[in-house]
C-alpha cells in the first residue's frame, strides 16, 4: 500500500500537465495529475476502467476519499448498466423506424416540384442571387459618379471666400 503522505510529497514536486505513476493501491494502477490551473491534484485509479479522485490536503481525508470511489464501483456499475440498456433499447426503436415508409413522401415530392417550378419563373435569366448583384455593381458607381460631390462644393465656397475681400468689423454692423 502506498502511504498518502508519500503522494502528498509527491505531488508537491510536479510540473506540467502529464499524469505521473506513482504505483498501486488495491490492484489499481495510480497516476497523479495536476489540473484546475495547478490548484487540485486529481488521482486516477486505472483498472479495467478509470477511477478519479480530488486530493486535499489532509492525508487520512485522502486515503478516504480513494476507498470511497473504489467502494463506489458496483453503484458507478449499475448506473453505468442501466444507460447501456436504454441505448440498446433506443437503436431497437430506431431500427424498427428505419423500414417504415415516410408519411409525408408524397406530399414533400409534390412540394419540391413547385420550388423548383417557381425558382425558375423567378430566374428568367438563369442567374444565381450573386450572378446578378455582380452585374448591378457596375450599375451602382456609375450612379454614385453621377451625384454631386459635397467635397467639390466645400472647396468652392472656399474658393469664393477667398476672392472676396474681406471686411473690417466696422463694414458688417
Known amino acids: 500500500m502506498i502511504e498518502v503522505v508519500f503522494i502528498l510529497d509527491?505531488?508537491?514536486?510536479?510540473?506540467?500537465?502529464d499524469p505521473v505513476p506513482i504505483g498501486s493501491y488495491r490492484g489499481f494502477q495510480m497516476s497523479l495529475t495536476?489540473?484546475?490551473?495547478?490548484?487540485?491534484?486529481?488521482?486516477?485509479?486505472k483498472g479495467?476502467?478509470?477511477?478519479?479522485?480530488?486530493l486535499g490536503k489532509d492525508p487520512r481525508g485522502n486515503l478516504t476519499r480513494i476507498d470511497n470511489a473504489l467502494n463506489g464501483m458496483a453503484d458507478r456499475l449499475t448506473a453505468v448498466k442501466g444507460k447501456l440498456d436504454s441505448l440498446y433499447a433506443q437503436m431497437e426503436t430506431a431500427k424498427a423506424e428505419l423500414g417504415k415508409p415516410f408519411p409525408q413522401e408524397e406530399e414533400l415530392r409534390t412540394k419540391s416540384a413547385r420550388l423548383a417550378e417557381l425558382n425558375i419563373a423567378?430566374?428568367?435569366d438563369d442567374k444565381t442571387p450573386l450572378e446578378?448583384?455582380?452585374?448591378?455593381?457596375?450599375?451602382a458607381e456609375i450612379a454614385k459618379s453621377a451625384k454631386p460631390s459635397v467635397l467639390q462644393k466645400l472647396h468652392s465656397y472656399g474658393a469664393q471666400s477667398k476672392t472676396e475681400p474681406k471686411k473690417s468689423i466696422e463694414e458688417v454692423r
Do not use: C, K, W
Not at 10 to 17: D, E, N, P, Q
Not at 35 to 44: N, S
Open 10 to 17: 509527491r505531488s508537491g514536486s510536479m510540473s506540467g500537465l
Open 34 to 45: 495536476l489540473e484546475d490551473f495547478g490548484r487540485d491534484y486529481v488521482l486516477t485509479l
Open 48 to 54: 479495467q476502467m478509470t477511477h478519479r479522485v480530488t
Open 122 to 124: 423567378l430566374n428568367i
Open 132 to 139: 446578378a448583384m455582380a452585374e448591378e455593381a457596375p450599375r
